[in-house]
């Protein structure tokens, strides 16, 4: 099945376009994980054939961006891992509004805007993640999220059919999107700006940056901020207060310059990962009765 499977793969992608048991730690920040059975790159309107494909072949697929909150598995992904990345990157901008790829980088469709002497995206502009992956978490930073600036969404549905979504379709909240549970796929997004001086624009996203380096465990790989902000707290603060700054599991831990962050500092594996975020769940809860969810999303088998 494997062979005639893989035949019908090639018919649809070209041979750059697909691997076999591709390393997942060369595709995600926290630098980990063991390989995808398949790997697959497609351009937009191969999508679709893919997907067909894998459904008449009973494969299991999953879709990622940049891999920047995700915690792939030491033992790899069974079934297809597809990246929308380079080939669907394309930004563009008319007037006030940018209409991004779901490939494209936020941090890049940020300088495109800024370019255009649009504001309104500084708060994106060191957010290390796609355009797609940020409109399915509703990724924010700094007062600023996705559900702001995002004007509709044009996602591939479990039918195979396109619709573009209005931003109020998509049920965005904190870190909340409704496409994962309706199994949809980005395509693109449309993001409502609005017209600014480039110098202040330019200026704001280069204090964000500075503020970054500062705060944040930039020199070693993470997936940003493990955990989402708990109701009436910060995550950084209450792991501080637990005494883990700088806890250790493997090569993992906790980063002694911003609690909230935990690093690959010395070559860790992805069930170090697993099993100190998991720690500092069962210490936050047990000194303060909160229970921290993690914003990492673990996929693959551990």
Sequence with gaps: ??????????????????????????????????????????????????????SRFDIPWMVIGNGSNLLVGDRGIRGLVMEIGKMMDQISVKGDLVTAEAGALLSSAARYAARESLTGMEFASGIPGSIGGAVVMN????????????????????????????????????????????????????????????????????????????????????????????????????????GLRGYQVGGAQVSEKHCGFVINKEKAVSKDIRQLIADVQDQVEAQFGVRLEPEVKFIGEF
Excluded at 30 to 45: D, I, L, M, S
Excluded at 141 to 167: D, F, P, W
């Design 1 to 54: 099945m494997k062979e005639e499977f893989l035949k019908h793969l090639q018919r649809i992608l070209q041979e750059d376009q697909w691997a076999l048991e591709e390393d997942m730690s060369s595709h995600v920040t926290f630098r980990t994980g063991g390989p995808a059975e398949y790997y697959v790159r497609p351009n937009r309107r191969q999508i679709q054939p893919v997907l067909s494909l894998c």
């Design 139 to 242: 990724a924010g930073a700094y007062g600023g999220e996705m559900k702001q600036i995002i004007k509709s969404v044009t996602v591939l549905n479990e039918a195979g059919q396109e619709r573009e979504l209005a931003a109020e379709e998509l049920d965005l909240g904190y870190r909340h999107s409704c496409i994962p549970e309706n199994h949809w796929i980005v395509l693109e997004a449309k993001l409502q700006l609005s017209k600014g001086n480039q110098e202040e624009i330019l200026g704001r996203m280069e204090e964000l940056k500075s503020q970054r380096m500062k705060k944040q465990p930039l020199e070693y790989p993470s997936a940003g901020s493990a955990f989402k902000r708990p109701k009436g707290y910060f995550a950084g603060k209450l792991i501080q207060d637990a």
